[in-house]
């Protein structure tokens, strides 16, 4: 006879173990081409790997914590005759694990760029930061 607790995972005991779940479980995240037409190249967005990673970090008790260094550098470029800017940071994240707030590592400096015409740039740069934080 099999005890209900039979093939269960132990918790893991630390952030490193925890994140070599997380990737041991997260599936491939392929690079797609826009359905939009907009963008000519495949990539991989930051949505397409959140929504394999959140809850999988979830279940193994990961939570990556932002920290920007230092002050943005914001840029003013000209693109196709406009005015545009480069919006260039510098990011780590505190990745905790399932051992609470003394069980964590960093992860970083991750520089990133978020070229905006408009008030986006800063917001780029820094979702492009995590997605790379996630790769």
Not at 76 to 101: A, C, E, F, H, K
Not at 114 to 132: P, V
Request: hydrophobic fraction near 40%.
């Amino acid at each position: 006879m099999s005890h209900p607790l039979d093939g269960i995972e132990p918790a893991a005991m630390n952030v490193v173990e925890a994140l070599r779940r997380v990737m041991r479980d997260l599936p491939g995240i392929s690079k797609k081409k826009d359905p939009t037409g907009g963008v000519k190249y495949a990539f991989r967005g930051i949505e397409a790997i959140t929504v394999e990673a959140q809850d999988l970090c979830a279940k193994h008790g990961v939570l990556f914590v932002p920290n920007e260094i230092g002050v943005p550098e914001i840029i003013d470029i000209v693109v196709n005759g406009n005015p545009w800017t480069d919006t260039r940071l510098l990011m780590s994240y505190t990745v905790y694990g399932p051992g609470g707030v003394d069980d964590r590592i960093t992860v970083g400096p991750i520089f990133a760029i978020g070229r905006d015409n408009s008030d986006k740039g800063a917001n780029k740069a820094r979702t492009q930061a995590f997605k790379y934080a996630l790769l």
